[in-house]
């Protein structure tokens, strides 16, 4: 038995190899000064273990009081132990012989309290030659206090040449393995929120305040009304353990299969096993009729917009690329190397000394609101608040001034709060390079508020509807136009070179992609041309302050 251990991993633990005198067994004892990963433990044990078949093939070469000592801190237990496990193979069929083998150590792991990490019919090894099937004997047992460690059990990497797939256990800190609570906004308790939200009372706005004043105005008003309504939400903590096809029929099912199959263990008859048999076949026989029906209604519930989901689920996806970056080894400098990246450093902007409201300025208008609001995508995701398009919907069914009263001020002063301006970033892989040790292999996703982005909708509708706009945009204008789409401009184009071409002209196209052109817009200078323009003064060069 060997082990390989990272050089980072042992400048920060200490770890002792222990031989036994039983052979084909190595453990090795981790230890700190400081509780591991985040635990309120210091030791940290794994044993791997090659156990094989003796002569009269029932004893195996590693005694069952070896693999799954009684101890009581984070226990790992790994290695080819030749055994097969209904658990661990389901479709299996079993043998007597098989049954009495694999008893004493399934039944000295339940007593030690140790957990099988194997998915349910996840192959560990595959023959090379003969007509032997695939089978599980490649197991991992896990003792409680691991269990909040334990991220993932995957056989996903590439083959070794062996007959047996290597299988990757990752772990990391119950902090981080924590999944955060996700609100149920669907199930939003409007009923006991109707009254509070009719008689929601935004503060008056300061006259003419200094940006923090407002900020501070604002975030308030806002605030209160975010945690009110997440107050009654339900919230929901996802898992990967989760499944969506899923019923109770199903836990009932494998209540009644694991009682039987204890059964057939303890009392080892013909009756016995036949009645855990066709538990098990019920079992497994109702799994994948709900998987089958909870794939077909999310078929027949299919809309345009949900086929891509559908073909991605049908297809599957590899493991997501994981960043290679020149000088950047940690988590944390990954981090900054991609916002340096995707989000340059500028020139701080000297900050405004008092806001005065625009005397030429329009009002907001309670139609603008709700005409921003419908157009909005029910299926958009949220910012970093977690509130939906849909949340604001009913808000401002209910109570049509809130919104308005928080946002007016906003239009009326032209400023945009930075707390309005965070979001929350998802970076993704560009698919098909050849490497992805550069930052430009990747593209970011920018999650902002969805109520900063239904004001955004309200002044950009104003804008459009400037008629002096249209005298500073080309004829050709397409992007960001209502009426207006990529199909009008590829109309223009083909127009304009068969025009050329009538009178045998040559023509030749330019194409450019400007990068980081809307991240790289001078202030000033759209001011300057929206003033000269003749445009209302708007919160449009605020937006664009850092």
């Not at 096993?273 to 299919?302: C, D, P, Q, V």
């Not at 345009?304 to 689920?313: G, I």
């Not at 690329?321 to 989000?343: I, K």
Request: aromatic letters at 8%; charged letters at 20%.
């Amino acid at each position: 038995m060997g082990a390989y251990i990272h050089m980072s991993f042992l400048s920060t633990y200490r770890v002792l190899p222990r031989f036994t005198l039983v052979d084909d067994v190595l453990t090795l004892d981790v230890s700190s000064n400081k509780p591991l990963f985040g635990t309120g433990f210091h030791p940290f044990s794994l044993i791997n273990a090659y156990s094989t078949n003796t002569v009269d093939h029932r004893i195996h070469s590693v005694p069952p009081e070896v693999l799954f000592p009684d101890l009581g801190f984070p226990f790992l237990v790994v290695g080819d132990l030749n055994i097969h496990n209904p658990l661990s193979d389901p479709l299996r069929h079993f043998s007597p012989r098989e049954i009495s083998s694999l008893t004493p150590y399934f039944e000295k792991a339940a007593e030690s309290g140790f957990a099988l990490l194997n998915p349910p019919g996840e192959s560990t090894r595959l023959p090379l030659v003969g007509k032997a099937r695939p089978s599980v004997i490649d197991l991992a047992f896990a003792k409680p206090p691991l269990l909040p460690l334990i991220k993932s059990w995957e056989a996903s990497l590439r083959s070794t040449g062996s007959d047996h797939i290597p299988i990757t256990i990752t772990l990391t800190s119950p902090s981080l393995n924590q999944k955060p609570a996700r609100p149920r906004w669907a199930d939003t308790d409007w009923e006991t929120l109707d009254p509070i939200i009719k008689g929601f009372k935004v503060g008056a706005a300061p006259s003419c305040p200094t940006p923090p004043k407002l900020e501070e105005w604002m975030s308030e008003s806002l605030n209160h009304l975010v945690a009110l309504l997440k107050e009654h939400t339900p919230v929901s903590r996802p898992s990967h353990h989760s499944k969506p096809w899923w019923t109770p029929h199903l836990t009932i099912l494998r209540r009644e299969y694991r009682k039987a199959a204890r059964a057939a263990r303890k009392n080892d008859t013909s009756h016995m096993r036949e009645i855990a048999g066709t538990s098990r076949a019920g079992y497994f026989k109702a799994i994948k009729a709900a998987k089958n029906k909870h794939w077909s209604s999310f078929l027949l519930a299919a809309t345009p917009q949900s086929l891509w989901t559908a073909k991605r689920f049908a297809n599957g996806r590899g493991q997501p690329p994981f960043p290679s970056l020149p000088g950047a080894e940690t988590p944390l400098q990954m981090n900054n190397v991609l916002l340096v990246y995707f989000f340059p450093p500028k020139e701080p902007f000297s900050p405004w000394p008092r806001l005065r409201p625009h005397k030429s300025a329009p009002r907001l208008k309670t139609d603008e609101r709700a005409a921003a609001l419908s157009k909005s995508s029910p299926t958009s995701a949220p910012g970093p608040d977690g509130i939906p398009y849909s949340t604001w919907k009913q808000v401002n069914k209910i109570n049509r001034s809130i919104l308005l009263q928080i946002l007016a001020p906003l239009v009326l002063l032209g400023y945009h709060p930075a707390s309005l301006k965070g979001s929350k970033g998802v970076v993704l892989d560009k698919r098909g390079k050849p490497s992805y040790e550069s930052p430009s292999f990747f593209r970011i996703i920018v999650l902002i508020r969805t109520v900063s982005k239904t004001l955004e909708s309200i002044i950009a509708a104003r804008l459009v509807a400037a008629p002096q706009l249209r005298g500073l945009l080309h004829p050709n204008q397409c992007g960001s136009l209502p009426g207006l789409i990529t199909y009008d401009a590829c109309l223009t184009f083909t127009n304009d070179v068969k025009t050329l071409h009538r009178p045998r002209l040559k023509v030749s196209s330019l194409f450019l992609d400007i990068k980081a052109g809307l991240d790289n817009v001078d202030n000033n200078t759209l001011a300057w041309i929206l003033r000269e323009g003749g445009i209302p003064p708007t919160w449009s060069p605020g937006f664009c302050l850092s």
